[in-house]
């Protein structure tokens, strides 16, 4: 029972007559044996001799039991009526090897003899305890061979008797047998205990060695970034030197101007020179800001550098990392594509954060398996750079949607243990919102982190195509919004009519015009991979014409059973080796011969996903035939997709290799990785390679082609969305470097056919940027209204259904009663989302409390990052005084009173840098 007895129920209880004596437990709680379990203890009772108890009492019960349960007698005493016919499944602790006292003890309890666990105390040794207790014979204990065959009994009852009761992996149940098979043996034949934990002295030795790892690695990832942002500028006298910039610290950083360092580029125009130097000044305030420790201090918005492809947004931001640095700061690199990522020296998104690969929505429970594996020893050192980073620069940032971008808020902040939006961390990024997007989600500029903690700086002039102002004239009509460009003769006229005279149109791949020379670029994934396949074809025969040495390496693809554990055989089924094609990164074949490019499918000792790989020398075909392991180069990271000087056929020394920071390399057969269909399952042994002959568009997003380019636009192949046309022709310097193959009537009418079609997110993604962006140029948008969302004009659905901002950033907002529109509350909070439901639950202020005015609506607020409480204050008096006139002038319209909050702003905002602008979001209708 669960109820304790008190001390006059105890003593009634238990009388001197043990067949009628209560049985009580330590607690004082009554104990009784479950009527459907007196099978199991007839069965035990049967089976104890009575020469085995220790007194004549406990015979009498066993007596007195057997006839209870042979007879079926009812006895309230002993026997519980059980309303569940169901016995409890008892749990045991879960106490392991690695506390070993406690586990021998617990294996005395469960495995050995003993009446209470006061028997365990009453020896000498835990030798004697064991023998005490019945798990060793008490004979022979001083024969050591004796004590190793104890030893070895003991393991295997505790194998067979112990851990099956207890959660316990595989691997843990590896390492325990081999910590009990110690324990057992130091207790018998030492007659002690081992110490399982790492002696203090070696301890702390271990720790200081990995606090050492650790900062050494944030000095390697440094020293990588450098090396990536120095080879990209033109003018490196002008910035301070690596060794300088390795050297600084918060206390003592390099003191130079990185807006003074910019000297314009020899392929750069005066516009483009000047509007990259406005951005970075934007990046060198935010860092300024981000670095003052004393004084007057504010939150720091992040920035987000954004604009049409080749404007150098990346370059501009990585001056800015560089600036970083430079002040002591520990910045972090990441992409969400791995090729990417390399380009500027970081780190894969997924790697960094351990993101998990779902289609759930519930990005918190996302965000909370991510804590869980950043948490794992494997780990540590992406734990430590969460932990301690200053500035993360996520490039191409707007392949994220608003849900992913959230869950890094969310990680951030748990991994920090700090409330400020991303943990305190200053987030630079660059993104295209015109370029391809997330895949699921809503769009990256929907967060409303956008509106609350970025400012967004716009570049608009090309340095990739400076030199051809047709390709730069179709690339800013194919960004367009599709508003513009619907039933706009004269617009699709001149698309037309520039697309078809500056590219050039072949009917098919194989038409002599497209060259080795010519990068290959498709839609679809199996269309890209059928090309590979038949560059390998073509590739060996014309290498065995001109009698080159090459080998061709095929996979082995296996199968068998799904879920079984038959032998795996040669695959013969079509739908699965269709399936290994479709969902593994390694082709069939693989063509070696001396200068082949590969990139890598794995993350590899020395190299990562989708960095190329240059081969010198062909492997032997006995190394081959066992798929033994194969040296290779891998390319340092750059922002060019092919390889200048490697592919006029001559083949660099390792000196020459060496001299370019290329690394030897060894690549070795994938890892199993087992594919699913019907009832088969298989797998492709191959090297984790694949040839960069041809790409996917999605691939080459932030890339520069130096070079021409073939893409498939046919009916079987063709792009769907504007961000894929938009990346296609904006990869190359050149219009007369891209060659269309297909149809050419076709392909162009489907050109503009993509670029026409509107999500029902782009009115609100244009206005976002239009408004909330600062352009570099200096020129103003027409129409725009800086700092102002109407959300009521953009958002497609419901009012209702629009998302509060989550961030702490601070508003004054004003408040409508729904049922009484014409009662109106303007105050001020830290989060407007937790203050709406306090004012909806009467919580709010004693002005909003009575019922008959709730529900209400936020009709519209003001983002103050940089106010404290007290200013706040002052805005929401003064929005307030307004309003009140408005009402007593008779003009106290709703649309009118959210227009004296926007006055507020605009008032605000002409005193202050365009950094620290205050911005204003409105719900509801203005005023005519």
Sequence with gaps: DEAELNRDEVTIGLRSDITTSMWIDALGRRLKLRRNALPEVRERLESTLNSDLDNADLVVLKDHLLGLIMTGTQSSLFIAEDKDHRLPIPVMSSITPRTPSDFLLHCMLMIGEVSTELDLRCTGSMKQTLAQTKLIPNEDLDDEECLKKYSIHLVKRVIREVFPFQAITMRAMQEYIIKCKRLFDSVLLEDAIPLTELPPCLLTDLLDEKDAKLREAWRKKRSGQLDMIYAQISNPEDFPSKEEVMNATKTNPVQWDPVSAMMMGRDQTQESH?????????????????????????????????????????????????????????????????????????????????????????????????????????????????????????????????????????????????????????????????????????????????????????????????????????????????????????????????????????????????????????????????????????????????????????????????????????????????????????????????????????????????????????????????????????????????????????????????????????????????????????????????????????????????????????????PWEKGQIVVMISRTTLAEHIWIVGNKRFAINKMWQIICRKSQWSDMMETILRNLSTNADGVADPGAEPDYIPMNEVFPYRMCDVQLPTSTAGYVYLLVSVPHPTFTYVGQTEHLGRRLNQHNSGRGSNTTAPSMYMPYHVAAYVITPNLDEGQRMSMERRWQQRNQNALRQGNADIGNLVDMGRELMSEYNQLVHADEHLRFVSHIERAL
């Excluded at 990005?363 to 750079?385: F, G, P, Q, V």
């Excluded at 190394?623 to 092919?642: E, Q, V, Y």
């Design 274 to 718: 000047n509007e990259q130097r406005v951005a970075i000044g934007f990046g060198k305030r935010a860092v300024d800001k981000y670095c003052r420790q004393l004084g007057v201090t504010s939150r720091t918005k992040g920035v987000l550098t954004h604009g049409t492809p080749g404007a150098g947004k990346t370059y501009v931001s990585l001056i800015e990392v560089l600036y970083g640095i430079s002040q002591g700061l520990r910045v972090m690199t990441a992409a969400l594509m791995a090729f990417r990522s390399q380009c500027i020296g970081g780190v894969h998104l997924h790697k960094l954060f351990c993101l998990e690969v779902s289609k759930s929505n519930n990005i918190i429970r996302l965000a909370e398996l991510a804590l869980e594996k950043l948490h794992r020893k494997s780990n540590m050192e992406m734990l430590h750079y969460l932990m301690t980073v200053d500035v993360l620069f996520l490039d191409e940032v707007g392949q994220l949607s608003s849900q992913q971008f959230v869950q890094l808020d969310i990680i951030l902040r748990g991994v920090r243990q700090n409330n400020l939006p991303f943990g305190g961390v200053l987030i630079l990024g660059t993104f295209d919102h015109a370029q391809q997007g997330a895949i699921e989600g809503t769009p990256f500029l929907l967060s409303s982190l956008i509106q609350t903690d970025f400012n967004l700086i716009r570049l608009q002039h090309s340095v990739r195509a400076h030199n051809d102002t047709v390709l730069q004239e179709i690339q800013r009509i194919s960004r367009m919004n599709p508003d513009e460009l619907v039933n706009n003769e004269g617009l699709e006229s001149t698309f037309k009519q520039l697309v078809g005279d500056a590219f050039h149109f072949v009917d098919t791949m194989s038409d002599p015009q497209i060259g080795p020379e010519h990068q290959r670029m498709y839609a679809k994934r199996r269309n890209a991979a059928a090309a590979a396949e038949d560059y390998v074809t073509t590739s060996a025969a014309n290498l065995a014409t001109r009698n080159i040495r090459h080998r061709v390496v095929k996979s082995e693809d296996y199968q068998r059973t799904a879920h079984s554990n038959a032998t795996f055989r040669t695959a013969t089924d079509g739908n699965l080796i269709s399936a290994l094609d479709k969902y593994l990164r390694e082709p069939k074949r693989l063509l070696f011969y001396e200068g082949a490019m590969f990139e890598s499918t794995v993350n590899g000792d020395n190299y990562s996903y989708s960095q190329v790989l240059f081969m010198r020398e062909v492997p032997s075909a006995e190394d081959i035939a066992a798929f033994s392991d194969i040296t290779l180069w891998a390319k340092p990271p750059s922002g060019t997709a092919n390889f200048a000087g490697m592919e006029n056929g001559q083949i660099p020394t390792e000196e020459e290799l060496l001299e370019w920071n290329w690394t030897k390399v060894k690549v070795r057969v994938t890892r199993e990785r087992l594919v699913k269909t019907n009832y088969l399952e298989g797998g492709r042994k191959q090297y984790s390679l694949r040839h960069t002959c041809s790409s996917t568009i999605n691939r080459t997003m932030g890339s520069t082609i130096v070079g021409p380019v073939a893409i498939e636009m046919t009916e079987e192949c063709t």
